[in-house]
């Protein structure tokens, strides 16, 4: 039953968008997990701990309820309503109200636009998207004041303040928050990205000083990326941030155009990353430079608050 529900699901997302993975098989490690099953549904619940002291925490809450879900069946809407009442009543069950920091949140392809009204029952919103850029896309030139460049050891401090700056911005739009060692963390991370031969980290430099970065993760370290899209070698764009006082004069797109051509250089045949879609820059600034939505992360916090259904 199990796998007639999981070849349905992938038939579904084969015709939803040709970016999404053509085999979207259930992980080995759901198979020790009690499944909710339902008539044409089945998802493995489980729970992330985020350690506050590592860099995951600047873009998660610490405690994280999360499902993986494979919906098929003649009516995928219902399977999928049925499947979202296990699973609240699952995190009912094990969150208590003292989880503040703390989610429910799962993974969905953006164009499944059917399920979009179940998830808003549910009390969640898109708290993240995942979009996706095809290799070889136009790039975006803007005249600008700043200097691309590689990043150098005297950096560091700066590219601290940066990656600080932007977790500090996406506040506002749920997802990021900045830790009691958000700083230490950073300067660990790259400093270890400067150990490399290529670090995959620019600066733009204005008047001998850093205003912004990109940073980005080759196809030899983003081997996660092909469970969610068709791509061959995907790579991942990550840390991008421009300083507030420096932004809107072409300091981003020359950012974002450097990366994609040494992405395309090396082979890259999908650039994907994440931006917060309540964030009123990123998505206007992303769908120009060619990404648009492959999956959304719905999420509700504190994970109490996933409603039950019935208005519970």
Do not use: C
């Not at 932007?166 to 830790?179: A, H, K």
């Amino acid at each position: 039953m199990i796998d007639a529900i999981v070849a349905t699901h992938e038939a579904r997302f084969r015709d939803l968008d040709p970016l999404l993975p053509p085999r979207h098989p259930l992980p080995k490690a759901a198979s020790g997990r009690t499944p909710i099953l339902v008539d044409g549904a089945v998802g493995y619940p489980y729970r992330i701990r985020i350690d506050a002291d590592t860099p995951a925490a600047d873009w998660n809450t610490l405690d994280e309820h999360r499902i993986v879900a494979r919906v098929g069946g003649p009516d995928p809407v219902a399977s999928m309503d049925a499947l979202l009442a296990g699973w609240a009543e699952e995190v009912h069950a094990n969150a208590t109200a003292q989880d503040q920091d703390s989610a429910a949140m799962f993974g969905w392809p953006s164009r499944d636009n059917a399920m979009t009204p179940l998830f808003l029952d549910r009390g969640l919103i898109p708290l993240r998207v995942l979009a996706a850029r095809p290799a070889n896309w136009p790039s975006l030139q803007a005249p600008t004041p700043a200097v691309i460049r590689p990043i150098t050891e005297e950096d560091l401090d700066d590219l601290v303040d940066l990656h600080v700056e932007q977790v500090r911005w996406g506040i506002p739009f749920g997802g990021s928050y900045v830790r009691a060692r958000t700083a230490e963390m950073a300067r660990g991370h790259y400093a270890s990205r400067l150990e490399h031969d290529q670090p995959w980290t620019w600066i733009a430099e204005h008047h001998g000083r850093p205003v912004g970065m990109v940073t980005v993760t080759p196809p030899e370290q983003a081997g996660w990326l092909t469970e969610l899209s068709s791509a061959s070698t995907p790579a991942y764009l990550g840390t991008t941030v421009v300083r507030v006082g420096h932004r809107a004069n072409g300091v981003g797109t020359a950012l974002v155009a450097h990366a994609h051509n040494a992405l395309e250089r090396a082979g890259v045949d999908l650039i994907l990353l994440h931006y917060a879609p309540l964030n009123p820059l990123s998505a206007p600034f992303w769908h120009r430079h060619g990404y648009r939505p492959l999956w959304n992360w719905w999420a509700i916090s504190p994970a109490l608050r996933l409603r039950r259904g019935n208005g519970r």
